[in-house]
């Protein structure tokens, strides 16, 4: 997240550096580009903030006194295990599947809880998700304004998924749904200024379409 945030940085500081222009000279016959990169820097930086851009890609798995895991499960956690994010501890053994195979023991660390409360909530208070991968901005270009909604903007976005730690250790093991997002992808973000806004910038995210849609690289 320190490299997301430092990359982050140097976008705004980007933009506004291009906005605020020197204080001294004056008018400039740049004004209106001027005001639109500041309007882009302060609906980018707003963008970023928002929980429908910052959350991440997670996968979801059990905890327990007996937990049975299929292969990637597995994979998933013991790189958890490895962060520091859950107790593991092989407790018996089963043969759902024709076979033994172990039954675990899983816990939420502290560690583990903090991650886990970045994802969307479990279909059940035994299910947690465990983040695989998470957006970085790359660019985002002002693409006009909603039609008869001037206060809704449009904007182009090119984001890439990173892998978190978790996901860098399992990425060649997940396999199908559970595979890890990797690449530049393509997405188009609507933005709205308001006074209602709850960001300090008065802008909210309404709409981020094609969320996952065409990776470029």
């Not at 302060?42 to 970023?48: D, E, G, K, R, S």
């Not at 960001?199 to 094609?210: A, F, L, N, R, T």
Request: aromatic residues 8%.
């Amino acid at each position: 997240m320190r490299r997301a945030s430092a990359h982050l940085s140097c976008l705004l500081m980007a933009a506004f550096a291009a906005a605020c222009g020197s204080p001294d000279s004056g008018a400039s016959p740049d004004a209106e580009k001027t005001s639109a990169e500041a309007r882009d820097a302060a609906a980018v930086a707003a963008l970023v903030r928002s929980e429908k851009w910052s959350g991440p890609s997670c996968r979801w798995l059990k905890q327990g006194a007996w937990v049975l895991a299929y292969p990637q499960e597995t994979a998933l956690y013991r790189a958890a295990h490895q962060a520091g994010y859950i107790e593991m501890k092989e407790v018996g053994r089963d043969n759902r599947i024709g076979r033994p195979e172990p039954a675990w023991r899983i816990a939420l660390t502290e560690a583990g809880k903090a991650e886990a409360v970045t994802c969307q909530p479990g279909s059940d208070p035994d299910t947690w998700g465990v983040p695989v991968s998470r957006r970085e901005l790359v660019s985002a270009t002002y693409a006009g304004e909603s039609p008869g909604y001037t206060a809704r903007k449009v904007y182009e976005v090119e984001y890439r998924w990173v892998p978190t730690a978790v996901g860098e250790k399992v990425k060649r093991v997940l396999t199908g749904h559970m595979a890890v997002q990797e690449g530049t992808y393509r997405a188009r973000v609507y933005l709205v200024n308001s006074p209602d806004a709850i960001d300090p910038s008065g802008w909210y995210v309404d709409q981020v379409g094609e969320l996952d849609g065409e990776r470029v690289r």
